[in-house]
């Protein structure tokens, strides 16, 4: 004999929550494209906000690109030092995130939209595009120097044009991703 429980239709169990359902296949104009600035009360002229937001999204699509980069090499690192790659290319990986976040809220801050996907970061890095397939360590260490050399390029120039515009903000920020690679240890 089956429940009071079981014997209650779909529609008796609906009634009276459907306030409490998500709602979804919600869909609206986005609220600020991409490359527009919303002024803020930061007491900066917009375009020097436009300047560094511009900066800064080419660092953010770089700075993903090798955070990447690392991932991809912590998972494919094959041979004898596998075990100690293994590792610091996922260390790198975990330091590359965090300069990811600073980056793209220091953007939000200056009133700018933040590249944030995938495909929209593969449109704007300059860093090569590797092959899907494995390649050999050395091959590995070497994209990694030369995109690190990249962005510290980048960042330099930026940091030169945000010393002269005093926005200290996003000068600290480009200043703090030239000694992220300082810091790299002497195997790569
Ligand atoms: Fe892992």
């Known amino acids: 004999m089956s429940s009071n429980k079981s014997r209650r ?8 929550a ?16 991409f490359g527009k600035i919303a002024i803020l009360p930061i007491a900066l002229d917009l375009q020097v906000c436009a300047a560094s937001i511009e900066n800064l ?4 699509a770089d700075t993903m690109t090798l955070r990447d980069l690392y991932k991809k090499h ?14 610091l290319f996922d260390k790198h990986n975990a330091e590359q995130d965090d300069m990811v976040d600073e980056i793209a809220e ?14 929209d970061v593969a449109e704007t890095t300059s860093i090569p595009r590797p ?21 510290l390029k980048e960042a330099r120039e930026s940091a030169r044009q945000a010393r ?10 480009f200043v703090r991703t030239n000694f992220k690679f300082g810091s790299l240890p002497s195997t790569l």
Do not use: D
């Open 57 to 60: 999204n080419q660092l953010l």
């Open 131 to 151: 092959p899907k397939g494995k390649e050999i360590v050395p091959v590995q260490i070497s994209r990694l120097l030369e995109a690190h050399e990249l962005v």
């Open 164 to 173: 002269q515009q005093m926005i200290c903000w996003s000068l600290g920020l």
């Open 106 to 119: 220091r953007i939000q801050l200056l009133g700018g939209v933040s590249l944030a996907m995938g495909a």
């Open 18 to 33: 459907q306030q409490a359902r998500p709602v979804e296949h919600q869909h609206a104009e986005e609220i600020q494209p």
């Open 9 to 16: 239709s779909s529609n008796q169990l609906e009634v009276g």
């Open 74 to 87: 912590h998972w494919q690192v094959t041979g004898h030092t596998f075990y100690q790659l293994h590792l």
